[in-house]
């Protein structure tokens, strides 16, 4: 636990709720992948969504992000239903990050994040080739909105680089910035850390606070509990698709049954720090496994 | 009622002509996601293989025993046809995006059917003309074999040609061996396996290209198959025929669920039926022969609505 | 073309005799073209007469005069100009390529006259020029040049540097219609692309790019100026104008459709439709006698009616098929191709209301008419008659700069970005908001739109209307051209348009082949240059994923691009 995992806890999350998930069910034919997950999200909240591979961490998040319709269940933000479209989920405030980096490559940086901005801006097809005044003021105010982010995340100077021949970190945060620019209430991360060094990571849970506090809300799934721990205002423990434990990361943390649902049986409370070792090198071996290939899909 | 059982009979036998087709279609798309629009071409060389084999070697003979041989020549043809599209091709583009293949399959389809038009009756940029076999520019007779042409049959008020009833055996033996070769040989069971997972399927040891290879081929000798029938329901044939009669069979692999064998069968037969029906009993100035090819395509988009992944496909789960 | 390049070590032993062997060939060339090339007065234009140089013997010299300029960079007074241009890269291809071409007058020569024994001495001394010349651009050694970015010309002569191109394109062009001799034809062709490929390989177009985007304005109004000149210099003959029409009909359609598959990257099969729906209403409105509509609205109505039915036939067809896999667009629009050629067909009074015809369409359409100015009449500007296909030409020009300005700035703007974000990755772009769906059907329907408003021109222009105009092949030599010249681009899709179009026409030895060649052209560019002749970077790295030096390459011209 680090000094900055203390700032965290005492956030400016608040307890009005943002997103609510209710009762959240897939089932794809006979197998059920998620069986009735709820989960609500507060205002300035960051919150962890954890569990070993296969748990159905992705495919909730592919619920909530209406790239799939749940068989059961319903998700609210601000009070308001989610149709099961991702297009209107966008619109409605809540945008994500994808686990397999998913950016425009041939494109670049600037224009990724542009993309990012399609929702909010509506010139149609007329103003666009008569360059009416209202296409050159959007036309500008994406171009300055873009760049303002890709200095957020720290990609000031990569604007003009092709998204395909970026760094790896610095594409994660590109995703990010991507995100952002739909101006989202609430942003999804689907593990944001996987693959970078520990240097690395620490600039991403630095960029997460950065995001909390301008006022956005965050979920992030992650494999990495040092990571989750340090970070997060709660956690969420996901198990063969149910919830197990929520609470604060010290009580999830402590909790027998996450630490037997990662590591099999524990036997002594000693354990508990052995366990989160064992689960940040857990996260690394089951990269590319059939069970982490099944929870994509 | 003998007119609806006279209109069903047509519409099997068309049918089943575009099921035989429909099969190639659906089988290379199950393995490489390519609608390979050259299929058609692949039936018409198949075509002009029958004749061929019948000119040369039995200079106008019609026995009944000259058919098999026939259709050998048939086979023959359209396999290497299109066994050489996928080599050359085809597989130097198998990580292209997916424009690439399909516009190399128009110029293959452009560019068999001119070969066709050009140069059945010569060696290329010459005029020698070996086998005395016709020019290709128009329609050309096929020879009509003793036994399978000949007069139709009367049952009650309904008329079958003898012709009809070949070709609608042929699909019901190949769909047969066709069934037994997916189901239990080694060879189809890899070709399932590679339908569902490509890249699994190497690392278990099955040689992909092979299998490719092997769909290709399938769907080849199909299509021979019913470029003979072709030739003996309409007693000659053209270097544009693989062009309607693709069109048509890949229309029918839709409808069927592209990718899905016994849904090419029956989308064949559902599109031939339907073509028939409409002939008959649309009323008014739009039904009739000039408009069957139309309802066809409208039978096309309505499945396209209201099924995409067609009658008996699966629905596809996206993937994020 | 590639040639074995010859051992290094032979290179560097015999290097410095390359600049002496080098000028010696091109001085050859030069002197030989001057005399005689053949003795039969009637081969290739007139190439009998010494000190009297024929059309292509002019062109032998102009190669040979790039040879030197070359040579005179890598050492002599042009030696700063080497500094940023490939010089050895360059006069390799140009000296490949006058080698092609020398060959080929020498053979054109013996087939047209009747054996080896017309070719005159001067065309040997020429034919031994080119080769040592070849020769020695084997010899040269490739130096290290300056980044061509950086390269700023005062801004005066970077824009005569534009004027001076536009001008030689509209000699050049007027020049290759002015050949009916099919051999001087593609000799001419040999010419113009060894000194592209010589130009490109030395990195002078690459240059040339950065100074037109930084003078943008200027290119194009100099070249509508001289699209507009182009007319002037036929002297009253309408006979190539009324090729260059088809053209144009031919690039604007090619251009609209450029929209839908180069930007969209949606593959419409049945194009053509479009462009005969739009004829068709052309036709049935206008004041033919075999019109079938009473209504006889004015023509620029007439336009937008057109336009308005082929974009509804395109929501038809494409709201359905847009939802679903995009493979399957394919198949339906081709599908719809033969559909609206057999309804034309089909519509003749017996099988249907009496609409079109039927196979006969609708002939005697008349010239379109503005006023007192009528399409069909001569009229004199500056002292050059223009006859009806030039006044037509004028007309699909305003169309086309119409259909080019739509497409870029639809490719520079909100609506571009999300067709480029959809073809990289459609679910990424779905789940960033974009709409998938809208921007699919937007793009279908814009170039159906465009392609109608064309259809009614062309309806005026070619007379009469007919279904057997509308064919599948059409679409596919649509498409061609987009493939040849380059998906996505403009100048690309121009030259495709003009090269499948105006190659016909005047190589009509090959017309029983010309089909077959289309076929094998289609295939070999999938295979082999799948981004086309002039390449949209971004479409060039979209087909070439592996490769990761070109993306480094290409991302200071696309950033250029988005900068603009």
Redesign the interface.
């Known amino acids: 636990m680090t000094a900055t995992a203390a700032a965290s806890t005492a956030g400016s999350s608040t307890n009005v709720p943002l997103l609510q998930a209710d009762g959240v069910t897939m089932r794809f034919g006979g197998l059920t992948a998620v069986n009735n997950v709820s989960m609500t999200v507060n205002e300035g909240e960051i919150l962890g969504l954890i569990g070993p591979n296969g748990a159905g961490k992705t495919t909730f998040f592919n619920c909530l992000t209406g790239l799939y319709k749940p068989t059961e269940g319903q998700v609210r933000l601000a009070g308001v239903d989610l149709p099961p479209k991702p297009r209107a989920v966008v619109r409605a405030g809540m945008a994500r990050t994808f686990q397999n980096i998913r950016l425009f490559a041939n494109m670049t940086a600037l224009e990724n994040v542009m993309v990012g901005r399609y929702c909010r801006t509506s010139s149609g097809a007329l103003t666009s080739i008569l360059h009416g005044p209202k296409f050159r003021r959007e036309e500008k105010e994406t171009r300055t909105r873009a760049q303002e982010l890709l200095d957020f995340v720290g990609l000031g100077d990569s604007t003009e680089h092709l998204a395909r021949n970026m760094p790896y970190g610095n594409q994660r945060r590109l995703e990010i910035a991507r995100a952002l620019a739909t101006d989202p209430k609430l942003v999804l991360l689907d593990e944001p850390t996987a693959g970078m060094n520990p240097l690395e990571t620490r600039q991403a849970s630095d960029l997460i606070f950065k995001i909390r506090d301008t006022g956005l809300a965050v979920v992030v799934i992650e494999h990495d509990m040092r990571f989750i721990f340090g970070v997060c205002d709660r956690v969420l423990c996901l198990v063969r698709g149910e919830t197990l434990v929520e609470g604060t990361p010290e009580e999830v943390q402590s909790d027998p049954r996450v630490i037997e649902a990662y590591i099999g049986t524990a036997t002594d409370e000693d354990d508990a720090d052995k366990a989160e070792a064992g689960a940040g090198h857990n996260s690394d071996a089951g990269k590319g496994s059939a069970a982490n290939d099944a929870e994509d899909s | 009622m003998d007119t609806f059982i006279q209109q069903l009979i047509n519409g099997l036998s068309l049918g089943s002509l575009y099921a035989l087709i429909a099969v190639g279609y659906t089988v290379v798309y199950g393995i490489l ?1 390519l ?1 390979n ?1 050259a299929h058609g071409e692949v039936f018409m060389i198949g075509a002009f293989g029958a004749l061929t084999t019948s000119l040369v070697l039995f200079n106008g003979n019609t026995a009944l025993w000259t058919l098999p041989v026939m259709i050998i020549g048939a086979v023959v043809a359209s396999v290497t046809t299109a066994v050489l599209m996928e080599r050359f ?1 085809y597989r ?2 198998r ?10 399959a ?10 066709v038009r ?1 140069n059945y009756n010569k060696v290329p940029f010459t005029s020698w003309n070996p086998f005395n076999l016709p020019d290709a520019k128009s329609r050309i007779p096929f020879p009509q074999i003793d036994v399978v042409t000949g007069p139709a049959i009367q049952v009650g008020g309904v008329t079958i040609q003898r012709a009809a009833i070949f070709t609608i055996g042929a699909l019901v033996i190949c769909s047969a061996l066709l069934w037994y070769f997916i189901n239990r040989t080694k060879m189809g069971r890899g070709m399932q396996a590679v339908s569902q997972d490509a890249d699994t399927a190497r690392l278990m040891g099955i040689n992909v290209d092979r299998i490719i290879v092997v769909a290709f081929a399938l769907g080849a000798v199909l299509a021979a198959v019913a470029g003979v029938a072709q030739g003996l329901q309409n007693n000659n044939i053209d270097f544009r025929m693989g ?2 009669a693709g ?1 048509k069979a ?2 029918a692999a ?1 409808i069927g669920g592209i990718g899905n064998v016994e849904g090419a069968v029956l989308g064949g037969l559902v599109l031939g039926v339907t073509e028939a029906m409409a002939t008959q009993y649309i009323p008014g ?2 039904g ?1 022969g ?2 069957k ?2 309802w066809a ?1 409208v039978l ?2 309505l499945v ?2 209201f099924r ?1 992944q067609g009658l008996l496909g699966a629905k596809e ?4 | 073309m590639r040639i074995p390049n010859i051992p290094l070590s032979f290179v560097t032993r015999h290097g410095s005799k390359a600049w002496p062997l080098g000028l010696t060939g091109a001085g050859m060339l030069i002197i030989g073209s001057l005399l005689s090339w053949s003795y039969d007065a009637q081969v290739l234009g007139n190439l009998s007469i010494s000190f009297n140089p024929g059309g292509l013997q002019r062109l032998a010299i102009a190669l040979a005069l790039f040879a030197v300029v070359f040579l005179l960079a890598s050492k002599g007074p042009l030696v700063r100009l080497g500094q940023w241009a490939d010089t050895a890269l360059g006069l390799r291809a140009l000296a490949t390529w006058t080698l092609l071409f020398m060959t080929l007058v020498v053979v054109a020569i013996t087939v047209e006259a009747g054996g080896l024994i017309n070719v005159q001495p001067g065309g040997w001394v020429s034919f031994l020029g080119a080769m040592v010349l070849f020769a020695a651009s084997r010899l040269v050694m490739p130096t290290e040049t300056r980044d061509l970015a950086e390269a700023v010309l005062p801004g005066w002569v970077e824009i005569l540097v534009i004027v001076v191109i536009m001008a030689g394109l509209l000699f050049g062009a007027a020049y290759a219609l002015s050949l009916d001799d099919a051999w001087a034809f593609v000799l001419f062709l040999v010419f113009v692309t060894g000194m592209a490929v010589a130009a490109t390989r030395a990195g002078l177009l690459s240059w040339l790019g950065h100074v037109t985007a930084r003078h943008k304005r200027v290119l194009i109004l100099a070249s509508f100026a001289v699209a507009f000149t182009f007319p002037l210099t036929q002297g009253g003959s309408d006979a190539n104008m009324s090729i260059a029409s088809q053209v144009l009909v031919f690039a604007a359609a090619a251009m609209g459709l450029n929209i839908v598959v180069g930007l969209a990257g949606l593959l419409d099969l049945g194009y053509i439709a479009f462009l005969g729906a739009g004829a068709y209403v052309g036709a049935a409105l206008s004041t033919s006698g075999f019109a079938t509509i009473g209504w006889k609205p004015p023509f620029i109505v007439v336009v937008l009616v057109a336009g308005c039915f082929s974009a509804t036939l395109g929501l038809i067809i494409g709201s359905p098929t847009l939802r679903v896999n995009g493979d399957y667009l394919a198949i339906v629009t081709l599908g719809f191709g033969e559909i609206f050629r057999l309804t034309m067909f089909n519509l003749d009074g017996n099988n249907g209301p009496d609409l079109t015809h039927g196979p006969n369409g609708i002939p005697a359409i008349p010239d379109l008419s503005f006023g007192s100015f009528n399409f069909g009449d001569t009229h004199v500007l500056l002292g050059i008659p223009l006859a009806r296909f030039s006044n037509y030409y004028f007309l699909l020009l305003l169309l086309m700069a119409f259909i080019i300005m739509v497409f870029h700035r639809l490719n520079t703007s909100r609506i571009g970005r999300g067709w480029v974000a959809i073809r990289e990755d459609e679910k990424a772009a779905e789940a960033m908001g974009v709409n998938i769906f809208g921007l699919k059907i937007l793009a279908f329907v814009i170039g159906a739109f465009l392609a109608g408003m064309a259809g009614a021109i062309k309806a005026h222009q070619d007379v009469s209307v007919t279904p057997d105009q509308y064919i599948f092949l059409e679409s596919a030599f649509l498409l061609a051209a987009i493939v040849l010249g380059g998906m996505g681009t403009i100048v690309g899709v121009l030259v495709g348009a003009v090269i499948l179009k105006l190659l016909p026409e005047k190589l009509r030895f090959f017309a029983d082949y010309r089909l077959l060649l289309f076929g094998l052209l289609l295939v070999l560019m999938m295979r082999f240059r799948p981004e086309g002749l002039v390449a949209s970077r971004r479409r060039q790295l979209e087909f070439h994923e592996e490769d990761e030096e070109l993306a480094i390459r290409a991302e200071g011209d696309i950033a250029e691009k988005v900068q603009a």
């Open positions: 996601q609608i629009f091709a130097p583009l990580n292209a995006p997916r424009l690439a293949p399909l516009i190399t128009i110029g293959v389809s452009v560019f068999l059917q001119e070969l050009l062009f309607l069109l890949f229309t839709v100035q739009f009739g000039p408009w090819d139309v395509f096309l988009i396209l609505v995409p789960v996206d993937r994020a």
